[in-house]
């Protein structure tokens, strides 16, 4: 395996993460890392990088921002937020990683990059359903800004420093086990 392979998977790895948070965002981030050349996209994904993609991506970004800042539509958007983020981690990462066998790439797109965009999305689901079930709401824009600037860190990290976000994933993925073995219903 390359360097370049793995750095490739390190790319997908961050950006399957951020999709966790946003689904649009790393998407966006992606296209327009692959329109300006900053990152080569796998041949049959360079329509990423297109004008058209672009600016598809950029109004679906914005409209989805805005919406996670009203109380209750962003509880509904999660509802179908995880399934289109293990769809969009799963993307992200056959778009990205290179010089693998289709075999290879399709497993790790889904496992390492639908898998991790799942777990993310599942716990920043939660983690908005106690803030409206604790606080009526109000303190759900709190968690959206939270979330929109985590995707937007992550996603920048991702395209600029590869390496970086894997770290950062694994200590998110780390962050997310202990929450879960926390609260997770004893047996008894």
Request: no cysteine.
């Given at each position: 395996m390359t360097a370049e392979t793995i750095i490739s998977i390190f790319l997908g790895v961050g950006l399957s993460a951020s999709v966790g948070f946003r689904v649009f965002l790393p998407l966006f981030t992606l296209s327009l890392a692959a329109y300006f050349d900053v990152w080569e996209l796998n041949e049959s994904w360079q329509w990423v990088g297109s004008s058209t993609a672009i600016i598809t991506l950029g109004v679906a970004t914005v409209v989805e921002i805005f919406a996670y800042f009203i109380p209750y539509i962003d509880n509904l958007l999660d509802s179908i937020a995880i399934p289109l983020a293990a769809l969009a981690g799963t993307a992200v990462m056959l778009?990205?990683?290179?010089?693998?066998?289709?075999?290879?790439?399709?497993?790790?797109?889904?496992?390492?990059?639908?898998?991790?965009?799942?777990?993310?999305?599942?716990?920043?689901?939660?983690?908005?359903?106690?803030?409206?079930?604790?606080t009526g709401g109000l303190a759900n824009p709190i968690v959206a800004t939270i979330e929109t600037g985590t995707s937007v860190i992550m996603s920048t990290v991702s395209i600029f420093m590869p390496i970086l976000a894997i770290i950062l994933v694994i200590i998110m993925l780390f962050v997310i086990f202990k929450l879960y073995k926390k609260f997770k219903p004893s047996k008894g």
């Open positions: 778009s990205t990683v290179a010089d693998l066998s289709p075999v290879v790439t399709w497993a790790l797109a889904i496992i390492a990059g639908g898998g991790t965009a799942a777990a993310v999305a599942g716990t920043s689901s939660t983690t908005r359903l106690a803030s409206t079930a604790t």
